[in-house]
Structure formats: C-alpha cells, structure tokens
C-alpha cells in the first residue's frame, strides 16, 4: 500500500490501482475543513493551529507545567522579585561552570 497525499492507493492483482473510499471520504473532510479555516482570520487561522498542535503532544501536562512557569518567571521579573542578566552574561557563567 502506498500513501500519496491523504489518498491511499492499493495495487490489485489485476495491477489496477484503487483508491480506498475511507481514504477518499478522509481527503474530501480535510479539504472541507481547510476550506473553512482559511476562511478565518489570520489570528484566528494562528489559534486554530496552536491548538491543533497541542492535540498532537502526547504529555499536555507538561506543556501545561510549562506554560505556568513562564507566566509565573514573567511575573517575578515585573514585580521586581527577580531580575534578568545579558544573555552574554548567562553565557560566560555557563562557560564558566562547564570548564
């Protein structure tokens, strides 16, 4: 079996090439579904593949954790509560700790 696109096609003995109706209903509801996302806003369009991607990782926990840490690493900088270094700073002092 050999996948071209979101078509799947099968040889048969007759050396006829078919194409799977599952495979072809399966194309016709993603081209549908493309049709209408590019009818959304450039925004929008973004949104919708942000979460689209995010179906696809595995550990959403994580990502979640992540995205916590950020938001509560922003804040600390606002408030004061933690002050941020020149990259070229954080650099030498990793240099530094792996010599």
Known sequence: ???LGFITWRRTRSTILTISTKALA????LELLE??????TAGERAAFAQILLASLD????????WAVETERRIADI???AAQGIPIA???AQVRAALK
């Open 1 to 3: 079996m050999k996948v």
């Open 26 to 29: 399966m194309g016709n509801q």
């Open 35 to 40: 049709a209408e996302a590019l009818k959304l």
């Open 58 to 65: 595995e550990d959403a926990d994580v990502e979640e954790a």
């Open 78 to 80: 606002e408030s004061g």
């Open 89 to 91: 700073d954080a650099l």
